[in-house]
């Protein structure tokens, strides 16, 4: 069993649609949960992170936590062409002094005009 | 990629040569990290470090060293160059370990011919 898993997409939404990204994890100890943002070609851009059970707002992004269900999503709300890239989850266990991330494989969205 | 730079961007090498990758930050993080991506793998740790001359493995550490001098500077050595290790390598910094946020630097593309 993968230890980060994410839907596998690609993921087409049209524009001004909400983008659903999903996240499950294996180990009920993690403690923290990023959402990276990488355009083709480009670095891992850190756009979210989330460590408490809830929903996390930050403009057009939201990321959604249930520790219980060891799931983590990012919904992204009016969906433009520029937020077409792949999306990695990256989920922190607890108990790592040295922030060991684990990535997921990424999703790549795709919004279309 | 603010604060954190990577050379060489680009190299194509021989099998067998050794080869090292530089990461620079500006930001006085204490913690650095090397990543590899690959296609099917996403993103996996190399070598972390949590501080000047202190570091540890990552989980696909064989066949590379590293060293950390300064707290800016952290070098990824590979010892002799395979065609596995064609790949793109990043840097990553942390203010902090734990469940603190990672940032990346813009990549080294490596190939190994």
């Known amino acids: 069993q993968k230890e980060v898993e994410q839907n596998s997409g690609p993921l087409s939404v049209p524009e001004g649609a909400i983008a659903s990204l999903n996240c499950t994890y294996s180990d009920r100890g993690s403690q923290s949960f990023f959402w990276y943002r990488q355009y083709s070609g480009k670095s891992p851009e850190l756009i979210m992170f989330i460590y408490s059970n809830g929903d996390k707002e930050d403009g057009r992004f939201t990321a959604q936590l249930n520790k219980a269900s060891q799931y983590v999503s990012l919904l992204i709300r009016d969906s433009q062409p520029s937020d077409s890239a792949t999306y990695l989850c990256a989920v922190n266990a607890g108990g790592t002094s040295y922030g060991k991330l684990t990535f997921g494989q990424g999703t790549i969205l795709t919004v279309h005009p | 990629d603010a604060g954190i730079t990577q050379s060489p961007r680009h190299k194509v090498t021989e099998t067998g040569t050794p080869v090292t990758l530089r990461c620079h930050q500006t930001e006085n993080h204490r913690y650095m990290y090397w990543y590899r991506q690959d296609p099917g793998h996403g993103l996996r740790l190399i070598h972390y470090s949590y501080g000047v001359k202190d570091t540890d493995k990552g989980e696909v550490s064989d066949g590379y060293s590293v060293s950390r001098s300064k707290t800016e500077d952290f070098l990824l050595t590979l010892e002799s160059a395979t065609s596995s290790q064609t790949s793109v390598y990043f840097c990553?910094?942390?203010?902090?370990?734990?469940?603190?946020?990672?940032?990346f630097g813009p990549g080294t593309r490596l190939t190994v011919t």
């Open positions: 990553a910094i942390s203010e902090a370990g734990g469940g603190y946020e990672q940032y």
